[in-house]
């Protein structure tokens, strides 16, 4: 399908986020895991920098462990730099807390099962563009072109959120 010139102006203004997953053998760990991201107070978000930013053992009976960095230290996608921070943050979390003492563990490439290389994920646009309008030019170009547009881009970027723009869509464009 090809984009209209309006539609290529307007989708301009649509970025998205880097996102990296990956699944580490962790033989330390407990399967019981799970870590978020903090910042240095709960009312600073956490800054973005291709670093794991949650962590959680959702196989458990594997030993497997799921890692998801975000972000970018230099404005363009490194999924080197991202791998880099992945195994040290996960060599980091490899020990058990319910054993006192017990040193953590580095993990090396050998553990990694699997790297997801860069995702483009999180489309969003920036303050600049919501202020000039970007959601209201999008409004005025529902139905034309035989054309309606339906996605996450309007609340956080999940199946759920698609779905309701789709539903909508179809109550105030198509039932009306
Ligand atoms: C790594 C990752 C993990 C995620 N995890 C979760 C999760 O755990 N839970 C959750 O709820 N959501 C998750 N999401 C988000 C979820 O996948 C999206 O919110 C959802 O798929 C958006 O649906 P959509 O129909 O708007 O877009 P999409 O599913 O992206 O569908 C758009 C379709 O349009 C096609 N297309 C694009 N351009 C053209 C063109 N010019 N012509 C014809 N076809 C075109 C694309 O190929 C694609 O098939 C995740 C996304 C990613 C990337």
């Known amino acids: 399908m090809e984009l209209s ?10 970025s998205v ?22 910042g240095p107070d709960p009312y600073t978000p956490v800054r973005f920098e291709s670093q ?20 970018g230290r230099h404005g363009a996608p490194d999924p080197d ?3 880099e921070l992945m195994l040290e943050t996960m060599s980091r979390l490899n020990y058990d807390p319910h054993v006192e003492g017990q040193e953590a563990e580095p993990v090396s490439s050998d553990d990694v099962v699997g790297f997801s290389g860069v995702i483009p994920y999180f489309p969003l646009v920036d303050s600049a563009a919501f202020a000039a309008g970007f959601y209201q030019k999008l409004d005025a ?36």
């Open 141 to 176: 170009m529902q139905g034309n072109q035989r054309t309606y547009y339906a996605s996450a881009l309007s609340g956080f970027e999940t199946v759920e959120m698609a779905l309701r723009a789709g539903k909508d869509i179809v109550h105030s464009y198509i039932l009306r």
């Open 5 to 14: 010139g309006e539609e290529e102006v307007l989708f301009s203004d649509v």
């Open 81 to 83: 730099l991202a791998y």
């Open 52 to 71: 794991p930013v949650y962590v959680q053992a959702y196989h458990q009976e594997t030993g497997v462990i799921m890692a998801y960095s975000q972000g």
């Open 17 to 38: 986020t880097n996102y990296f997953s990956a699944a580490v053998k962790m033989s330390q760990a407990p399967d019981d895991i799970a870590y978020i991201g903090r």
